[in-house]
């Protein structure tokens, strides 16, 4: 029996003595939530999707059609009784960034999640200029309805104009 115990600890005694090697692998860094959800197909990659579309929610509408080599923007917001707003411009996108200019005093990052897109709390005081009474296009959020040109290109706002119809 102590004999046993003896070999038994004077081979622990060698195994520690062994000179031990990094992992010669690692295992990658765990992806974060979402872009495992995006890996298995469960979500859209917002990378991988063209702005181009119909967005509305509620009274909110934004229409994004390219032309000319550049994409043409328009931005609706009726509350009834004359109290809107309608803008038409331009946008470009840098990943979920979109550079929105509605005018020379109305530029303003909005944000696409590849479905939706959302107009910062706080606009510049210019894009006031688009808006009637006490309405304002501030916080305005739309889902997209269509990817269609056609449907983007025949959004209207209250007051008939058709903001991505065209020049």
Request: overall charge negative; glycine content about 10%.
């Amino acid at each position: 029996m102590i004999l046993r115990l003896a070999l038994a600890v004077a081979m622990l005694a060698a195994l520690a003595s062994c000179p031990r090697d990094e992992p010669r692998m690692r295992a990658p860094a765990a992806p974060d939530l979402e872009t495992a959800a995006i890996l298995r197909g469960l979500v859209r990659d917002p990378a991988d999707r063209d702005i181009v579309g119909l967005y509305a929610r509620d009274t909110d509408r934004v229409c994004i059609v390219h032309r000319g080599g550049r994409y043409q923007i328009g931005a609706t917001v009726d509350f009834g009784d004359g109290q809107g707003c309608s803008a038409a411009g331009r946008v470009s996108r840098s990943g979920a960034n979109l550079r929105v200019v509605l005018g020379d005093d109305c530029r303003f990052d909005a944000q696409f999640d590849g479905d939706r897109i959302t107009f910062p709390a706080k606009l510049p005081d210019g894009c006031a200029a688009a808006c009637g009474n006490r309405a304002t296009m501030e916080a305005l959020a739309a889902e997209r309805l269509s990817e269609s040109v056609a449907e983007a290109a025949t959004m209207r706002a209250a007051s008939g104009v058709t903001p991505c119809a065209g020049d």
